[in-house]
């Protein structure tokens, strides 16, 4: 499984973004997708997730009513829609794909599958 996300850039605060990530043809139909993210010095942190099967999608308090996630079930491709985007969201973001539970979804370690990250710099 292949995964390559795209869409970073610089943005002022309260400024949008969207970020991609698209699949490989091959990965698997049950396979939940998720973004997480990593601050220069900071542990790399749950941002969102959609559960495949179910529809239903995650959020880290710190993004709720900012950030949607959403599929584009065809193109087996998820989407970071950031609104409201504030200076403390500046890090690398990272799509994930694995098989979770939903005890599962916002832990890192349950996604085997990574994409090469990519930046998002908000400016103050």
Same mark, same amino acid.
């Given at each position: ?11 002022? /605060? ?50 709720k009513g900012r950030f ?22 500046? /890090? ?15 832990? /890192? /370690? ?14 103050s």
């Amino acid at each position: 499984v292949q995964l390559q996300a795209s869409g970073g850039g610089l943005v002022q /605060a309260g400024g949008s973004l969207r970020l991609s990530c698209a699949a490989s043809e091959h990965i698997s139909s049950d396979y939940n997708r998720a973004w997480f993210r990593q601050a220069p010095g900071k542990e790399r942190e749950f941002v969102a997730a959609f559960r495949w099967s179910t529809g239903n999608t995650f959020y880290a308090d710190s993004v709720k009513g900012r950030f949607t996630i959403s599929r584009d079930n065809a193109k087996k491709t998820v989407y970071l829609q950031m609104n409201g985007l504030k200076p403390e969201d500046t /890090a690398v973001y990272y799509c994930a794909a694995g098989r979770t539970i939903v005890s599962t979804v916002r832990r /890192a /370690a349950s996604y085997p599958y990574w994409g090469q990250g990519t930046l998002v710099t908000v400016s103050s």
